[in-house]
């Protein structure tokens, strides 16, 4: 419609979503349109407890929203095709269409689930970064090199309300 509810990542959050929305159901609903189910659940991240949101279509899990319980929002991890960032990145791009080399942008995924990953900030944000996955027969958490990384997808893009580096 011509508001302009096209959900896109940008510097400051994804869609309505940003640092100053309540980690609520019914703020995070209003912020994504209405456009998913919701699921909430708490675990930790980076040893502390974490309180997070699951955006559902169907049973397919498309954004991850998380922060501290009963604080907002201060990260989301977007896994959902139909949202880009608003430099043109999207699900599925090639490492090789933004990026020549991983130096000073990137870095080895550091969780369990994104061992097999490299996480390169938006060259135009500190807030936004792009998880590019492949295959790669060395050591998990050593970058891959870059004539490797060319070929890696765009797996999930992530919105952090505090700045990266």
């Known amino acids: ?3 302009g509810s096209k959900i896109e990542v940008s ?5 309505g979503l940003n640092s100053g929305t309540p980690l609520s159901q019914v703020p995070i609903e209003q912020a994504l349109n209405g ?8 675990g930790t991240h980076n040893g502390q407890l974490s309180a997070f949101y699951e955006a559902l279509d169907g049973e397919q899990i498309k954004l991850v929203i998380s922060g501290t ?7 989301v991890e977007v896994m959902d095709p139909a949202i880009p960032s608003v430099w043109g990145v999207k699900l599925g791009d090639a490492f090789s269409a933004h990026y020549s ?9 550091a969780e369990a689930e994104s061992a097999r990953s490299v ?3 938006e060259p135009n944000s500190k807030h936004v970064s792009y998880q590019y ?3 790669w027969s060395g050591p998990a958490g050593l970058m891959p090199p870059d ?8 797996s999930r893009i992530t919105w952090h309300a505090q700045a990266r580096d």
């Open 119 to 121: 996480e390169c900030v």
């Open 1 to 3: 419609n011509w508001f």
């Open 101 to 109: 080399k991983a130096f000073e942008v990137c870095q080895p995924g």
């Open 147 to 154: 004539d490797i990384l060319q070929n890696w997808k765009v």
């Open 133 to 135: 996955s492949g295959d």
């Open 69 to 75: 319980p009963k604080t907002h929002v201060n990260r």
């Open 11 to 15: 510097d400051s959050g994804v869609g």
């Open 35 to 42: 456009n998913y189910r919701l699921r909430s659940g708490m």
